[in-house]
């Protein structure tokens, strides 16, 4: 009977203190109780909605994910994601969340209407005509690459597939036993995805199967450089390795003592590379021996890739500058200041320099004195690499769906193209096509009229 008598007081207790902190909310924010009682799912869009309300639209978008990672058939997470991708710029997405929002709730009038406007992304004037769109997966992507009419791309997942570049046609889809943690290259027959497993991923072409892996020392940020004699393999702790295409085996390897990040470049015989304590180097491609570490310290890590061209190397630099430097000697020409960080790697067409900066500008460049030609402000930051077809300059820039194309000459702007969603890489060019990645994992090709 006394048990029976202290568990009935027990629980008068707890009921009791439910209705104090019942009380207490009510004093002070109604919705509390309701919050700490509701789902997972609930408290990631009260959360979300918080966020908004403060003006942080980005917290706003992770809440509303978190929320819909928690409940996937969460409608009001849903709905506030479509609305917020709409915002952005970001229309696939937004169509996306919108249309499974309104199969939730078929009778809401407001998410039909905001489902209406989101019409499909149409061919815009500019003089691209689009061949086809397809998924290569659903998860954020970490570059691609074009080569033999293929198209290999590299998810954060771990997922790496190819696609055939005339026709989106899928030849396979592998997953590594790792998140991959570089673009990828495609040549000489292989896929090379660097892992977070400090392992470089060596996959054939033709079916994607695992042929041997080189485990470095740290993560490889980079895509490697792949020859027929040597792919050479940049590492987050500061070590470049040459290794065998055949089977991985180590070549040679060095130290730069700093992480490197940028790939590698490679002519006459050379590699050359920058490092995160703003060294440049020339390296014996056969050898390894150090051939010059430029006389040039930026005053900032040198994250991009190079190019080497007409006997010299243009590379950019966390210190707002393009260097261009003696191939042979590391010997500087010339330096052009820029408002921000340099990450991508220039492009050199005939006797002009192309130079993207993070400081939302896009500089043409006379290639031997590095004066100014031409220079144009985007909306927004430039991190991958330009491409040219015919005398049009295509570029893309972050958080943006635009392709944008301006008249390599002049610098007049053309055109721009709404993709749909914002841009994973720059444009790529091969066989008279363009081809796009969407942050959501979507390929576009366009033939080049």
């Known amino acids: 009977m006394r048990r029976v008598i202290r568990r009935w007081a027990f629980l008068i207790l707890i009921i009791g203190g439910l209705g104090v902190v019942a009380a207490a909310c009510s ?18 869009v009260a959360e979300g909605d918080r966020q908004l309300a403060e003006g942080r639209m980005a917290e706003a978008v992770l809440a509303y994910r978190q929320a819909v990672a928690h409940d996937a058939n969460h409608a009001p997470a849903l709905h506030k994601l479509g609305k917020l991708y709409a915002g952005q710029g970001r229309t696939r997405l937004a169509r996306q969340h919108l249309q499974q929002a309104a199969a939730l709730r078929p009778n809401d009038a407001e998410i039909a209407a905001e489902l209406q406007a989101l019409s499909p992304t149409q061919a815009g004037d500019g003089p691209l005509t689009s061949l086809w769109l397809a998924f290569a997966n659903a998860g954020r992507p970490t570059g691609m690459a074009v080569a033999e009419n293929a198209l290999a791309v590299a998810f954060e997942d771990g997922r790496v597939a190819l696609l055939d570049a005339a026709t989106a046609a899928p030849r396979w889809e592998i997953r590594l036993p790792t998140r991959a943690t570089s673009a990828p290259t495609l040549a000489e027959g292989l896929v090379l995805v660097g892992g977070e497993d400090a392992a470089l991923h060596a996959l054939a072409a033709t079916d994607g199967r695992p042929l041997w892996r080189y485990q470095a020392s740290a993560p490889i940020y980079a895509a490697p450089l792949a020859t027929a004699s040597a792919i050479y393999v940049p590492a987050g702790d500061g070590t470049f390795v040459a290794v065998a295409p055949a089977d991985g085996a180590r070549l040679w390897g060095l130290n730069a003592a700093a992480p490197l990040t940028g790939r590698p470049a490679l002519a006459d015989g050379r590699v050359y590379f920058g490092s995160a304590d703003g060294r440049i180097y020339g390296v014996d491609a056969a050898t390894g021996q150090e051939l010059w570490g430029s006389g040039i310290v930026a005053q900032g890590a040198v994250e991009g890739e190079p190019l080497v061209a007409d006997g010299r190397v243009f590379i950019g630099a966390g210190d707002s500058r393009l260097y261009a430097l003696d191939a042979a000697t590391g010997g500087e020409y010339w330096r052009y200041s820029t408002p921000d960080a340099i990450y991508a790697r220039p492009l050199v067409i005939g006797e002009t320099v192309y130079a993207a900066s993070a400081g939302h500008t896009l500089t043409a460049l006379d290639l031997l004195t590095g004066a100014v030609r031409w220079e144009i402000a985007a909306n927004s930051a430039l991190r991958y690499a330009p491409a040219w077809a015919d005398g049009v300059l295509y570029y893309t820039v972050a958080a943006d769906p635009n392709l944008y194309a301006v008249d390599a000459t002049t610098g007049t702007p053309l055109w721009q193209f709404d993709t749909g969603d914002w841009l994973a890489s720059g ?13 959501d994992g979507a390929v576009m090709a366009f033939r080049l009229r």
Do not use: H
């Open 27 to 44: 004093a002070t924010d109604s919705g509390l109780l309701g919050a700490l009682l509701s789902s997972p799912a609930a408290r990631f």
């Open 427 to 439: 444009p790529l060019i091969a066989a008279g096509r363009l081809y796009l990645l969407g942050l």
